[in-house]
T-cell receptor
Framework: NAGVTQTPKFRVLKTGQSMTLLCAQD?????MYWYRQDPGMGLRLIHY???????AKGEVPDGYNVSRLKKQNFLLGLESAAPSQTSVYFC??????????????FGQGTRLTVV | GNSVTQMEGPVTLSEEAFLTINCTYT??????LFWYVQYPEEGLQLLLK?????DKGSNKGFEATYRKETTSFHLEKGSVQVSDSAVYFC??????????FGKGTKLSVKP
C-alpha cells in the first residue's frame, strides 16, 4: 500500500541547475497535483492534472513545468533553479466519485534547497 | 475567488485542555471542506471532512461542523494529548478538484 511516493526526499541545487521531481501513485487516481509549502504561506498549487496527457497551471506556476505521460506519474521540472524555489514540495492525488472529487492523498514531500 | 482563513498560531495547550481552531471560508456555492494534519517531517493526512452544509466530520476525537450561515468549519477537540501536536490545515475543494488551503495552525501540547 504505497499510495503516493515522491522522489527524491531531499535535494540541494545550485542556482541555475535543473532537476525533475517524480511523483508516482498506485491508486489509479485521475487527478494529480503539485503544491509547494512555505513558512506562513500554507500550501500553494503549482500545477495540476485531471488525467493522463493533460496539465494545467495553478496559483504559482512560474519557473516550473510538468508532464503526465502516464496516469500513475506526475513530473515536476525546474529548468533553471532559483533561491526563491527553496521549499518543500508535495504531490497529491485524488479521484472522481459520484459525489465529486474526493479528498487528496499526499506524498511525504521533497525538501529542496537552492543555493 | 475561493479562499480559506484560519486562526494564526502557534497555539500552546496543556494536556487534556479543550481545543478550538477557527476556520472561515469564502466560496461560490457550497464546496467540500476538509481538515488536514501534518506531523513533524511528514506529509499531510486527512483528519476529517464535510461535503455539505450542516454535516459534521469527526475522527480521533476531533470534530468540525460545516456552517453555511457563518461560512465556518471550526476544528474542536475536547481533550488534547501530547500526540496531537502538529500543524493543522483547513481547506476547501476548488473548482478544478484542487484543495485551497489556509496557512496552517501549529499546535503544541505540553504534558
Amino acid at each position: 500500500n504505497a499510495g503516493v511516493t515522491q522522489t527524491p526526499k531531499f535535494r540541494v541545487l545550485k542556482t541555475g541547475q535543473s532537476m525533475t521531481l517524480l511523483c508516482a501513485q498506485d491508486m489509479n487516481h485521475e487527478y494529480m497535483y503539485w503544491y509547494r509549502q512555505d513558512p506562513g504561506m500554507g500550501l500553494r498549487l503549482i500545477h495540476y492534472s485531471v488525467g493522463e496527457g493533460t496539465t494545467a497551471k495553478g496559483e504559482v506556476p512560474d519557473g516550473y513545468n510538468v508532464s503526465r505521460l502516464k496516469k500513475q506519474n506526475f513530473l515536476l521540472g525546474l529548468e533553471s533553479a532559483a533561491p526563491s524555489q527553496t521549499s518543500v514540495y508535495f504531490c497529491a492525488s485524488s479521484y472522481a466519485s459520484a459525489r465529486g472529487v474526493t479528498e487528496a492523498f499526499f506524498g511525504q514531500g521533497t525538501r529542496l534547497t537552492v543555493v | 475567488g475561493n479562499s480559506v482563513t484560519q486562526m494564526e498560531g502557534p497555539v500552546t495547550l496543556s494536556e487534556e485542555a479543550f481545543l478550538t481552531i477557527n476556520c472561515t471560508y469564502t466560496a461560490t456555492g457550497y464546496p467540500s471542506l476538509f481538515w488536514y494534519v501534518q506531523y513533524p517531517e511528514e506529509g499531510l493526512q486527512l483528519l476529517l471532512k464535510a461535503t455539505k452544509a450542516d454535516d459534521k466530520g469527526s475522527n480521533k476525537g476531533f470534530e468540525a461542523t460545516y456552517r453555511k450561515e457563518t461560512t465556518s468549519f471550526h476544528l474542536e477537540k475536547g481533550s488534547v494529548q501530547v500526540s496531537d501536536s502538529a500543524v493543522y490545515f483547513c481547506a476547501l475543494r476548488g473548482s478544478q478538484g484542487n484543495l485551497i488551503f489556509g496557512k496552517g495552525t501549529k499546535l503544541s501540547v505540553k504534558p
